[in-house]
């Protein structure tokens, strides 16, 4: 239904700026490397075995928080696009609620599933220590950090989360090509799910200052080039049977849904969850080929979230293609 | 002795780039303005008055983590400087260990004192919860999170630490404006430990796109001015009695001494703490009109930090500037 008929369906790939994108990103080192290659095998394996009702496991790649473009080799300074990685991580508890395994591809130091309505600094507003020395919760946190710390623990343990972290655009693409390629044996079980906020532009790492800009006169000039899109090559080459659903922000509504639309055609995604900045916690619309959804939280429970309908909907129409592939 | 004798010990303070960049600055709101402006100002009251033996007490003003430059007025990317804000954090605790009471300017998000040395996430990676449902600490990490919840809810109780945040540069210099002109009452007893990483360039608010900046075509060129150098003013103007230590931070060492000494000379630093980006943590050099001192961690110790004989060595002096102000 949704997938692809071969090649026609993508405007042409930029595969030279790709390969020269690749070829003079920093390297995540040997060793990450291969750890990263190992725990993504392992995890592929022990989920992708049927589950006790028969039925394949499903795996999602939940992308989340923003990424960071370098200014200078020995980085002091760089670009970063704003993200408390919130919606990534509240999306990754309902997957797992639903039975997906997840791989949690975020940027460190963000918001991590099941922490998303916890205060900032959970050990210093959480917790006191009592007279006797022991360490006790506030009443009024009490059952979110409980439930916070036992989920977690729990998700880990079974092996339906992984968690990989993240800081600069060089280092997103390389692991996001990993997971995708581990996740390709997937077929249509696998889905990606992009909330991550990428950089559209980056400075070239053969281009970049070496060395801490100098203040010492006048004003500084920078020319970021255009980061490649690789959202066609992770759906053309990469995996091209994963149900794939990407994210636009915006923060000026007259040109979102157009934006949102051109990007479900031109990098062939099956859904686009289009947001608004001001609103983005509120309501988003999701566009598919068969029209727009608007998706609201619900606002006559206090602490209900967009990410709950949203997920639901998403699961769903896996489920739908899942069952137009078979 | 170090004191400023007028105003031929400054180079020409730009005034006009100043009072431009703060005419410009989105302002905090006149709510959060005010509420920061009072608790500055109980906190000086209640930390200015004799201590128990009868000598003044002290307050040091330290500044931690980087500031940010958006880049779009309805904010989504900007430019940050590199900072954990480790040694804000750490150096924090060791000014209250010392008895000075701490102002501490520091990025949302950043190291808090008394959570130097615990993992990145302590709340997942330190706690489980028992079968009976009971929150408990793994015993690797006991001591350290007892220690750091109770220390910090110590010196939030006796009124000694004073946590203000910022994210923006236009926060950042607004606020520790505020703070310098509520320490000026202290005269000499007052300290500014300036180990925040501040952006040297910004885009001025009304040259700023309003909306994101599309991505469409071509390659992006920026142009940043420069921040006007706040720190002559404050030593001028905003609190001239007080002790002042500044930061330099380089990638290059050859030219990191000559920077941290023109710094002393041209902002009328007390001391500077030139560090190299790789060894910040090992070493740092401090400069100062008699020479410069070395000082370096305690390798026979595991866990010994840099920060524990450095502030040792910026208190002795602070002593010492006191006593040649009486």
Known sequence: MDAINGSESFE??????????????????????????????????????????????RVVCVTSGGTT???????????????SGHRGAASTEYFLK?????????????????????PDDPLLECFEVSSESNITVHQTHAEKVKGAISDHRAAIARGSLLKLP????FEYLQILQ??????????????????AAVS?????????????????????????????KMLPVLRKDWAPMAFCISFKLET??????????????????????????????????????NGNITIRRDMTHAGADVEEPLVKLIVDRHSAYISSQS
């Open 252 to 289: 000026d509504t007259k040109i979102l849904l157009e934006k949102a639309d051109m990007a479900l055609k031109k990098y062939n995604m099956h859904m686009v969850v289009a947001n608004e900045l001001k609103t983005r916690k509120e309501e988003v619309i999701v566009v598919t080929k």
């Open 12 to 57: 042409e790939i930029p595969y030279a700026d790709i390969k020269s994108f690749f070829d003079s990103a920093p390297s995540l080192g040997d060793a990450a490397e291969t750890k990263i290659k190992e725990e993504l095998e392992n995890f592929i394996r022990r989920n992708s075995s049927p589950s006790e009702n028969g039925t394949a496991r």
């Open 178 to 195: 990993f997971i995708a390629l581990s996740m390709r044996s997937l077929g249509p079980n696998a889905m990606f799910y992009l909330a």
């Open 166 to 169: 993240f800081t600069t655009i």
């Open 69 to 83: 473009v370098p200014l200078e080799q020995r980085c002091v300074r760089y670009i970063d696009n704003f993200s």
């Open 98 to 118: 639903a039975g997906y395994a997840v791989v949690f591809l975020y940027r460190k130091g963000t918001c991590q599933p099941y922490c998303s309505s916890l």
């Open 200 to 228: 559209d532009f980056y400075v070239p790492w053969e281009s970049m200052a070496l060395h801490k800009i100098q203040s010492a006169s006048g004003p500084l000039d920078i020319r970021l080039a255009q980061v490649p």
